[in-house]
Nanobody, 114 residues
Framework: VQLQASGGGLVQAGGSLRLSCAAS????????MGWYRQAPGKQRELVAT???????NYADSVKGRFTISRDNTKNTVFLQMNSLKPEDTAVYYC?????????YGQGTLVTVSS
């Protein structure tokens, strides 16, 4: 599986970013996808997930601000991030979940300045 994330960058607090992840090597339409993040000095944490059927789940810290979506025609999963806060600064990883296993792609850095 290859998961190519993009869209990270530097943004001011209150701003928005949209992350994209292009997947290959999998049957994307039946894959459960997600985003995790890891802030400096902290453990990696789940941000949001979306099942093959479109059911979404969010960490409490991002509910109401972030939206995960997918485009099965383009084998791509998105993370729309609004009202960004400095504490959202992290490397964001695209993931594919299968049973108890999580496959991670390379990360994209999001930096939110105050």
């Amino acid at each position: 599986v290859q998961l190519q994330a993009s869209g990270g960058g530097l943004v001011q607090a209150g701003g928005s970013l949209r992350l994209s992840c292009a997947a290959s090597g999998i049957i994307f339409s039946i894959a459960n996808m997600g985003w995790y993040r890891q802030a400096p000095g902290k453990q990696r944490e789940l941000v949001a997930t979306i099942t093959s059927g479109g059911t979404t789940n969010y960490a409490d810290s991002v509910k109401g601000r972030f939206t995960i979506s997918r485009d099965n025609t383009k084998n791509t999963v998105f993370l729309q991030m609004n009202s960004l806060k400095p504490e959202d600064t992290a490397v964001y990883y695209c993931t594919r979940s299968r049973s108890s296993r999580v496959d991670y792609g390379q990360g994209t850095l999001v930096t939110v300045s105050s």
